[in-house]
């Protein structure tokens, strides 16, 4: 199966960092790992992506396991406007695999 | 900028009845996408393109088919709507490469078949 495995839902308190797992078991080693988070009634937006090192950008940091099997999104500061459905995703070749996504709640 | 534009926001069909959605990006991307997505679901690839003139299925292709005659645009027709097809519809567009470019999307058509 190309798809990938997240926790349901994640809850975080505002200001503190938050780390959204991922398991891709059968990735190979050809396939990117991309995250995109969808906010209600919008399409989903590019959050971050890498292959085997990790990478940081102005939005979040994406870690991923040595073997490949997993990797985790780090939101370094949670805000209220990163309440959102956060997907994990396989790409290879431009198709991407969406799972259900990890839905991320924010608290004051 | 308008990035990824999708025509109409909103429709409602009756069953039996044909439209097109349509998705236009101004970004000169090579690769655009059609996907559905059902309520509490992740988003399912219906078809792809890789260039002007050339489309191919993706995981959910039944019931769908598409046009790509210019290079900005990519058409996803139902032919004769089923209420099956009750989805929101999601096209994206992205660059030329072997996958580590990421796609663009568009708000979404929210599609009723009655």
């Known amino acids: 199966d190309a798809k990938t495995t997240q926790p349901n839902s994640m809850e975080s308190n505002e200001e503190e960092p938050v780390h959204l797992p991922c398991n891709h078991s059968t990735i190979s080693g050809t396939d990117y790992i991309h995250w995109y988070r969808q906010l209600p009634s919008q399409g989903p937006e590019y959050v971050i992506h890498?292959?085997?090192s990790n990478v940081n950008n102005r939005m979040a940091s994406l870690a991923i396991a040595e073997d490949r099997k997993s990797s985790t999104l780090i939101l370094h500061r949670a805000t209220l406007r990163d309440a959102a459905v956060y997907y994990c995703?396989?790409?290879?070749?431009?198709?991407?695999?969406f799972g259900s996504g990890t839905k991320l709640n924010v608290k004051p | 900028n308008a990035g990824v534009t999708q025509t109409p926001k909103f429709r409602v069909l009756k069953t039996g009845q044909s439209m097109t959605l349509l998705c236009a990006q101004d970004m000169n991307h090579e690769y655009m996408y059609w996907y559905r997505q059902d309520p509490g679901m992740g988003l399912r690839l219906i078809h792809y393109?890789?260039?002007?003139?050339?489309?191919a299925k993706g995981e959910v292709p039944d019931g769908y088919n598409v046009s790509r005659l210019k290079k900005q645009n990519f058409l996803l027709g139902l032919e004769s709507a089923a209420p099956s097809q009750t989805s929101v519809y999601f096209c994206?567009?992205?660059?030329?490469?072997?996958?580590?470019?990421?796609?663009?999307f568009g708000d979404g058509t929210r599609l009723s078949i009655l």
């Open positions: 890498g292959l085997t």
């Open positions: 994206a567009s992205s660059y030329y490469t072997g996958g580590g470019q990421p796609q663009h």
């Open positions: 393109s890789v260039g002007e003139g050339t489309t």
């Open positions: 995703i396989r790409n290879n070749f431009n198709k991407f695999y």
